[in-house]
């Protein structure tokens, strides 16, 4: 799927949104800061980043600014318990792709989210196509020759993303950063294990390796 920028100071709402966004198949780093998610980003480059207004150090409209003072284009959805229509403005104006007010509903996050990838990549739905495999992102079903396939989390992650740059090789860093959190430990042979299961359950020639460059799924 893709890699997210979590940035909230509440530790329960923080873990909360963490795990459900994991859930939906995500690597997702936690800021509490603004001064940690700026430093996040000088480097990761994330697919969207969540962005609490009522930070501790940084107000979050001033880290919204500085992102794209530094022509950082990276979707940005503004997350907030301020709901009066003036500080929505503000948020858009300062360059907010998207704005939620807490609560939160978790399936309406990860479908803003979703919404923010398809924008971000060019796409019309959240079908995945490619060769004889259909993947869909909102559903996380995959599908070969019309039959359903089960495949593990860690198999999903790496199928949208080599299916999302389809046609382009991709390193196994990459790949690594679609599966890990920064907090986490990097098993060495992860993605070893899950192209060969993805090649045993989808087709051996789906995906194609190539030393030095990485792998790559076919249009």
């Given at each position: 799927?893709?890699?997210?920028?979590?940035?909230e100071?509440?530790?329960?709402?923080?873990?909360?949104?963490?795990?459900?966004?994991?859930?939906?198949?995500?690597?997702?780093?936690?800021?509490?800061?603004?001064?940690?998610?700026?430093?996040?980003?000088?480097?990761?480059?994330?697919?969207?980043?969540?962005?609490?207004l009522g930070?501790?150090?940084?107000?979050?409209?001033?880290?919204?600014?500085?992102?794209?003072?530094?022509?950082?284009?990276?979707?940005?959805?503004?997350?907030?318990?301020?709901?009066?229509?003036?500080?929505?403005?503000?948020?858009l104006?300062?360059?907010?792709?998207?704005?939620?007010?807490?609560?939160?509903?978790?399936?309406?996050?990860?479908?803003?989210?979703?919404?923010?990838?398809?924008?971000?990549?060019?796409?019309?739905s959240?079908?995945?196509?490619?060769?004889?495999?259909?993947?869909?992102?909102?559903?996380?079903?995959?599908?070969l020759?019309?039959?359903?396939?089960?495949?593990?989390a860690?198999?999903?992650?790496?199928?949208?993303?080599?299916?999302?740059?389809?046609?382009?090789?991709?390193?196994?860093?990459?790949?690594?950063?679609?599966?890990?959190?920064?907090?986490?430990?990097?098993?060495?042979?992860?993605?070893e294990?899950?192209?060969?299961?993805?090649?045993?359950?989808?087709?051996?020639?789906?995906?194609?390796?190539?030393?030095?460059?990485?792998?790559?799924?076919?249009?």
């Amino acid at each position: 799927m893709a890699r997210l920028l979590l940035v909230e100071d509440d530790a329960p709402l923080g873990r909360g949104m963490r795990a459900a966004l994991e859930d939906a198949g995500h690597a997702v780093d936690w800021a509490r800061t603004g001064e940690e998610a700026l430093l996040a980003c000088r480097s990761e480059a994330y697919g969207v980043i969540l962005l609490d207004l009522g930070l501790p150090d940084i107000a979050g409209l001033a880290v919204l600014r500085e992102l794209r003072d530094k022509n950082r284009l990276v979707p940005v959805i503004v997350i907030t318990a301020q709901d009066r229509i003036t500080q929505r403005v503000a948020g858009l104006d300062a360059g907010a792709d998207d704005y939620l007010v807490k609560p939160l509903d978790i399936d309406e996050l990860a479908a803003r989210v979703r919404a923010q990838l398809r924008r971000r990549d060019g796409r019309g739905s959240d079908l995945l196509v490619a060769r004889d495999v259909a993947l869909d992102l909102g559903g996380r079903t995959v599908r070969l020759r019309d039959r359903p396939v089960a495949l593990t989390a860690k198999e999903f992650r790496i199928a949208a993303l080599l299916m999302r740059r389809a046609g382009r090789f991709v390193s196994k860093a990459e790949l690594e950063a679609a599966l890990y959190d920064q907090d986490q430990y990097i098993e060495s042979n992860t993605v070893e294990v899950a192209i060969s299961a993805l090649r045993r359950k989808l087709d051996k020639d789906f995906i194609v390796t190539a030393r030095g460059l990485g792998y790559m799924v076919a249009k």
